[in-house]
């Protein structure tokens, strides 16, 4: 008897005593048995609360980010025997690398993003403080902290790998532990993934439970504090989200469901052209890949009427050139299932009623290198369809099955395209940006994400089935009425926005930023005075301050910095226009001036803990400066971001830039990276 599936919850591997066989999609053999028996799923959750949350929660978001950059490493130390399994699925060595690798890189992207923006702390502190009361002692600030809940996971069969990744990636970085329930007929494929990760020790216990089989009564403990990421069937998505549990606690629900995607070839694209070739490439692609079981797959691509003939014949011939079979040799391999073959037939009945089959035979397929009766194999097949009917709008083959439907004008495609009722991806191939901007714009708000490709873009563009982890992937409607997963939102889909109200020292104490209005420490004017450039990131402290100037600003300042720049705008040199501008008045002082007047106010110039200026945020020149005004310049320090793999961290400066009457002048962030620590001399 095959070995059955293993599930690693509360700690442990859990083996029930026997299960429902899997097969091998190629040959029909028997692969493994699958059943979650025995397995106390409010006890798994419960693990997940008072285990993993815990120890995600110690962690920075860059701690976090760390670890999933090292998961990648050891994935990919690994990949070939993920790809080995992932044979076993029906899938070619590039489908491999497109499920396997795919996964990696969302790691990887998540890992960049965890230390590119987000800071080194526990908390996230989101958009700019809001003043609530005239005298500035009242104000308020979103915070977002980690649910102290679980992240389940309920994944489809597709992709066996990059599903769990992509769903587990933001939850672990947000500090939310998963659970990840795979899809039973590739489930053998997430099983050898999760043996990897438990092996390789990275990860904190409790941060990763994976369940085998069915999810019993699992749903029935859930609370308001955890989630659900399905991806599947629309109708299991609508089961599921009225589960009296999900529905009693307002438990998060995201869903990935059908999705008829679509692709637009432009009527500039004309036989011959570029995009014209683009598209016929990029449809057979998408038909192919994974044996066209994406749920980013072209279902509907719409040709101008007068190129549906041209598209038709050019697809085919491409088509004919498809071997199937072997995934080890063949172009296309072989479905995940004899189940999802029948499932696949039975589509393409439904929608040859609503046209006809110019290329494949659903019933009857030519097989390299396996038997295609035993192995999951099935024609790819392309219709032409009446887009005035329902079935090419309603009907989706989840396989090798695309149906070309004609188009007259732009308001036409926008029209077919929304009958689709939402989807995760479009794409139109078109060299004509206007065309692009009205069928984008059209077809948006049905739409998660849109490609569109044109010759200057094919050589680097990732596809329109491809999924970017920095992007949107969801999508309206009944593709699953979701768009989580994608870059810091996804993160933050994990998280909880709170907004705190507060008077500005406790905001400052509770967020870790300094807020203004709240207390500065002048520390040059201390006993033993320090400039706040001559501290380590060990001794600087959030509110500590220097305070410098005045210095006024004379007419032969402002002559010499045009000179020495070249910026003579007539607002600084020419009397007469400066006098007739409405903002002025009178000839002013560069801004820029200003900027650079402060910084020679407040910068230490002697060798010191601060090695770098890296630049200036939200730069904002507030009102003019004249002849014989006096700047003065305060510097706070408003925020301090170790960084964990180098010996220096970075510091936010708050600078406010005012003159004589304290009216500010200029305002702006300044950018150092500070040394962890610093000897005199050294």
Not at 45 to 50: D, K, Q, S, V
Not at 181 to 205: H, Q, Y
Not at 352 to 374: K, L, N, S, W, Y
Not at 501 to 527: K, N
Request: charged share 20%.
């Amino acid at each position: 008897m095959a070995p059955v599936l293993r599930s690693y919850v509360g700690g442990g591997w859990h083996a029930p005593a026997d299960g429902r066989p899997l097969h091998d999609a190629v040959t029909g053999e028997e692969v493994a048995r699958i059943s979650s028996d025995g397995v106390d799923m409010a006890a798994v959750l419960h693990h997940g609360r008072t285990v993993g949350g815990p120890a995600l929660r110690e962690l920075t978001f860059h701690q976090r980010a760390a670890l999933l950059k090292a998961l990648a490493g050891h994935l990919r130390e690994h990949r070939d025997e993920l790809y080995a399994v992932s044979a076993r699925t029906g899938a070619t060595r590039f489908d491999s690398r497109f499920d396997v690798d795919g996964g990696i890189g969302v790691l990887q992207a998540y890992a960049s993003k965890g230390r590119r923006e987000l800071p080194n702390d526990t908390v996230y502190v989101e958009g700019a403080v809001e003043p609530l009361s005239r005298g500035g002692t009242f104000v308020a600030q979103h915070v977002a902290t980690p649910l102290r809940g679980v992240a389940v996971q309920v994944n489809a069969f597709n992709f066996p790998v990059w599903g769990p990744l992509e769903k587990f990636a933001p939850a672990f970085l947000a500090g939310v532990p998963s659970v990840v329930k795979p899809a039973s007929p590739t489930a053998f494929l997430s099983a050898a993934l999760v043996e990897l990760i438990v092996a390789s020790g990275l990860l904190p216990e409790g941060t990763l439970q994976f369940v085998a089989g069915g999810v019993g009564d699992l749903f029935d403990h859930l609370t308001g504090q955890d989630l659900v990421s399905f991806t599947g069937s629309a109708s299991t998505a609508g089961t599921l989200r009225a589960h009296p549990a999900i529905v009693r606690h307002s438990v998060r629900f995201s869903a990935e469901a059908d999705s008829l995607n679509m692709s637009a070839l432009g009527p500039d694209a004309a036989p011959g052209t570029p995009e014209f070739d683009l598209y016929v490439d990029q449809l057979v692609t998408e038909m192919t890949v994974k044996a066209g079981q994406k749920c980013t797959a072209i279902r509907r691509a719409f040709v101008p009427a007068e190129h549906l003939d041209a598209v038709a014949e050019a697809v085919a011939e491409r088509l004919a050139a498809v071997t199937v079979g072997d995934p080890a040799t063949a172009r296309m391999g072989a479905l995940a299932s004899l189940e999802q073959r029948e499932e696949v037939r039975r589509s393409v009945k439904a929608l040859r009623d609503a046209g006809r089959i110019v290329f494949g035979d659903p019933e009857h397929v030519e097989v390299q290198g396996a038997d295609a009766q035993r192995g999951a194999f099935v024609s790819p097949v392309l219709l032409v369809g009446d887009p005035d009917r329902a079935e090419p709008h309603e009907v989706e083959a989840f396989g090798p099955v695309s149906t070309l439907l004609p188009y007259t004008s732009t308001e036409q495609l926008v029209e077919y395209a929304a009958r689709g009722q939402g989807s995760l991806a479009g794409s139109v191939v078109t060299g004509d940006a206007a065309f692009a901007r009205d069928v984008v714009l059209g077809v948006a708000p049905w739409h998660g994400r849109l490609l569109v490709l044109t010759q200057a873009d094919a050589a680097e563009s990732t596809g329109h089935g491809s999924p970017m982890p920095q992007l949107v992937h969801g999508g309206p409607g009944r593709a699953g009425g979701g768009e989580e997963l994608g870059g810091i939102r996804g993160v933050l889909h994990h998280m909880q926005r709170t907004a705190v109200q507060a008077d500005p020292d406790t905001l400052t104490a509770i967020t870790g930023r300094w807020v203004a209005g709240s207390t500065r420490t002048e520390t040059l004017r201390e006993p033993g005075g320090v400039h706040p450039f001559r501290k380590s990131l060990a001794e600087l402290r959030i509110g500590d301050t220097v305070v410098a100037g005045p210095r006024e600003v004379t007419q032969a300042d402002v002559e010499h910095f045009a000179e020495f720049t070249g910026d003579t705008f007539y607002a600084h040199m020419d009397e007469a226009a400066a006098a007739a501008n409405p903002l002025f008045g009178q000839r002013v002082a560069h801004g820029y001036l200003v900027v650079s007047l402060a910084a020679g106010l407040f910068v230490d110039p002697d060798p010191g803990p601060v090695l770098a200026n890296f630049g200036v945020d939200s730069l904002r020149f507030l009102t003019p400066v004249r002849f014989g005004d006096a700047l003065t310049v305060t510097l706070t320090c408003k925020q301090i971001t170790p960084r964990d793999t180098a010996d220096y961290g970075e510091v936010r400066w708050d600078a406010d830039v005012t003159r004589q009457d304290g009216e500010s002048v200029a305002r702006y962030d300044v950018l150092t990276l500070v040394a962890k620590s610093w000897v005199a001399g050294s």
